[in-house]
C-alpha cells in the first residue's frame, strides 16, 4: 500500500488517481481503531461492516471511470446526535438508546455524496450539554494527546477520533463552543459557520437559535473542504440561508496582508498565563504578515455567559420536551401516562440534561419570564451590536478559545459554573450568530495544545479562513 496522506484532501486526490484503494484508506484506519479505541473511547459505534461496503463501492466505481466526489474515500466520524439513516442515533443519553432513525441528517447525506465514508458515531456529552464528555451515559472520551484529560466537549469524540488518527475529518455540533473548544483541547483546527450556513436538518436540537454543524480536521484547508461540502441552502432547514455554499478552500493561502484584526480591548479575564501568552504571539505574527491590529471594545462580552446560560436552557426544556417514552428509545412501563412520562424521563436523562430542563423551565415560567428569559434576549441583542460596531473598524477578531488547556478528569464535574467558564470566550459568537474557528497554535502548561480563536462578521468565512491560514502557517505548517 501506498503512504496514506495525512490530510482528507490528500487521500481524496490519493484514492481517485488510484494510488491507494478506498478499501485500503478504511482498512488502514479501523486497524488504528481496534488498537487505541480501548484506551480513548471516541465513539459510540464504529459502523465497520458499512464502512467497508461503502469503500468498495467507491473503489468499484473509480474502476469503473465514474465520476467521484472531492471526499472520495475519506474517513470521516460524525457525532452521535446527527441522524443516520438505520444506524442508532443515541445523543449519548439513555432516553435514545436503540432509536434508529429513519432518515439522514443533511450534512451526513452530502458527505456521502461527496464521497466521505462513514466510519462510525462519536461520544458527546448528553445531548451535547458539557465541556469535557464527562456527560455522557456511555462514559467519558480521553484526550489522545493524554489519557488522564478530557477531550473537551460536547464533541469531545469527534475531536478525539481526529486527534488519535481514527479519521482524518469529523462532524461536530456548537452551541455556545462544542467544536471549538475540543478543537483546542486536542490540538487540531475546529469551525463553527455562521448560523444558518449549514443545515441543521437531522441534527438533534439543543437550543435550536444557536446550534450549528462544523467540522474538525488536522488542517485549515481541510476544515474548509468540508465546510464547502455541507454548506449551502436546504429547504428542509427553515433557518437555512437561502444561497450556495462559499467557496473557502483558495481562501486559505491568501494571506492577511491588508487585513484589520481585532484585539479585545475589554476581553474577560481568566485565561490562562501562557494561553494569553500565545495570544499575544499570534497577533504579532498576523502583523509580520501584513495585518494591522486595531483595539475594539466589546462591553457587553461580560454577560454572555450569564445570557446563554438562561437561553439554552430554555430552548432545551422545549426541544427535550419530545423524549417522553412514546416516540422515541427508551420507555419506563407505570401504570398511567402521566407516570410512565415521568418515569421514563427519570431514568432516561442524566444530572446535567435534567439541571438544564429544570433551569429553563424556570427561567420561561409565567412570572419570570422577563425577567430571566426576556433579560438574556436583550444582552444578546446588546451583544450582537457590540460585534456589529466592531466590525465597521476590522475584518476579523483575535480571541483565546479556551481559558484553560486540556484538564483532569473529575476537575471541573463537581462544580457546573466552572465547567460553565470554559465556554466565556466561545458563546458570543453563538449569541451573534457568527463564524469562528479554532487554530492550534503552540503549547501551554503542561506542554498542551493552545487553541486561538478566529471570529469574523456572518458569512466572513473567507476573512476567517484567511487568517485561520495564517496562524496555521505562523505556527508550523499545515498538519
Ligand atoms: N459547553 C456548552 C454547554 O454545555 C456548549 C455546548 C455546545 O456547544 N453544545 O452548553
Redesign the pocket.
Known sequence: MATLPHSASGIAAAVAAREISAREVIDEHLSRISEREGDIHAFNLVTADAARAHADAIDADIAAGKSVGPLAGVPIAIKDNMCTHGIETTCSSKILEGWKPPYNATVVSRLHAAGAVNIGKTNL?EF????STENSANGPTRNPLDISRVPG??SGGSAAAVAAGFSPVSLG??????IR?PAALCGIVGVKPTYGLVSRYGLIA?ASSLDQIGPFAHNVADAALITEVIAGHDPMDSTSIPQPAPSLVASVGQGVAGMRIGRVVDLPEGAEPEVTARLNEAFEALKDAGATIVDVKLPSLSYALTAYYLI?PAEASSNLARFDGVRYGLRVNAPDTNAMYGATRAAGFGDEVKRRIMLGTYALSAGYYDAYYGKALKVRKLIAQDFENAYKQVDAILTPTSPVVAFKFGDKVDDPMSM?L??IYTIPTNLAGHPAMSVPFGTGAHDLPVGIQVLAPALGESAMFRVGGELERAAGGAK
Open positions: 456529552d451535547a450539554m458539557g465541556s466537549g460536547s455540533s456548537d452551541t455556545g463552543g462544542s473548544q439543543y439554552a460553565y470554559c465556554d
